[in-house]
């Protein structure tokens, strides 16, 4: 079973795919995650996307994001299927997904768009600390570490991430509305949208996703 998330930022995403890829064995791919070790990363291409994810704050072209794509995919195993956050995130990356899938006799079973509005997102942003080290995502309200500012796997520091600030935040969700909307009617014309409540608690959330996935025959 391979699916895709979609979603406005602090949708709940990551949330929801680590609970996806745990229950049903699935390979997880965070694309932000995996742009932002790249970035941290002293070569060339990390500077780049730095530049691009951490001081623009914005959209890493498709030619570096196939590049990373083609590297990534191409050392993990399918198994049991993949869990995509963050990916394809505008049309040409739908399009270049669905071909890498059919090469491999795979598609995407399932695009689940999770909701939020544009209030909600900031509140719960405001709230957002990663672990500077690890990448590991913390709520101050909702999930807050064990010990302030540490992280409770590597001990690392938790910081805002630099492309948080409230200007930034703006130009993404900006980002999303433009360019990654259009893949809502995209799957939805394929029968293979469902759009989920993002402003529920986790848990409901999680019930309502598996609800839709049992529906469908799928998990
Ligand atoms: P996220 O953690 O998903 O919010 O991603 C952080 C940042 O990484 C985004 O604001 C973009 O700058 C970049 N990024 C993540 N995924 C993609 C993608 N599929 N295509 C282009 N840029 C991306």
Known sequence: MNLVLLGPQASGKG???EKL???????YVEMGGILRKIAHQNSSLGSKINE?????????????IFQVMNDYLGRIEILKGIIFDGFPRV????RYLEKFLTKKGQKIDLAIYLTLPRKETFKRLAGRRICEKCGKVYNLLTAPPKREGICDLCG?????????????IKRRLEEFEKQTKPLIKFYKEK????????????????????SRLAK???G
């Open 91 to 94: 049309i040409s990356q739908a």
């Open 216 to 218: 469908r025959g799928l």
């Open 52 to 64: 691009l994810i951490n001081i623009k704050g914005v959209l890493v072209p498709d030619k570096l």
């Open 15 to 17: 949330t929801q795919a």
């Open 191 to 210: 029968g293979i949208l469902e759009e989920v409540d993002g402003n529920q608690p986790i848990e409901v959330v999680f019930e309502d996703i598996l």
């Open 21 to 27: 890829a745990e229950k049903f064995n699935l390979a």
């Open 156 to 168: 690392g520091k938790l910081i805002v991430r630099p492309d948080e600030t409230p200007e930034k």
